[in-house]
Nanobody, 123 residues
Framework: QVQLVESGGGLVQAGGSLRLSCAASGNFFSINTMEWYRQAPGKQRDLVAR???????NYADSVKGRFTISRDNAKNTVYLQMNSLKPEDTAVYYC?????????????????WGQGTQVTVSS
């Protein structure tokens, strides 16, 4: 079983910063791509940022230049540094990770999600 636990959400004024963390734990062989998504009330869950095992990153256009995704492979943790926050960034932020699980002689990749952390940006 793999668990992802997010932390770092909260209430911040527009223009402020927050740093989200997502730590993976459990019985897995490796962690591959890790991502941050967000979901505002009444809207679909959208990709915010992605980071591969090698450190390549992708961002949604709405957060480019303001958010930075990073990872610490030794700690099995992905981060999202959010600067210059805007009210429209208000959402529940979720992390996910593709983990390789070994069972017997086989390896398979599975996608796991965290429980989400609330980010609220006041104007």
């Amino acid at each position: 079983q793999v668990q992802l636990v997010e932390s770092g959400g909260g209430l911040v004024q527009a223009g402020g910063s927050l740093r989200l963390s997502c730590a993976a734990s459990g019985n897995f062989f490796s962690i591959n791509t890790m991502e941050w998504y967000r979901q505002a009330p009444g809207k679909q869950r959208d990709l915010v940022a992605r980071i591969t095992t090698g450190g390549s990153t992708n961002y949604a256009d709405s957060v480019k230049g303001r958010f930075t995704i990073s990872r610490d492979n030794a700690k099995n943790t992905v981060y999202l540094q959010m600067n210059s926050l805007k009210p429209e960034d208000t959402a529940v932020y979720y992390c996910n990770a593709v983990c390789t699980i070994v069972s017997g002689y086989s390896k398979r990749d599975y996608l796991y999600w965290g429980q989400g952390t609330q980010v609220t940006v006041s104007s």
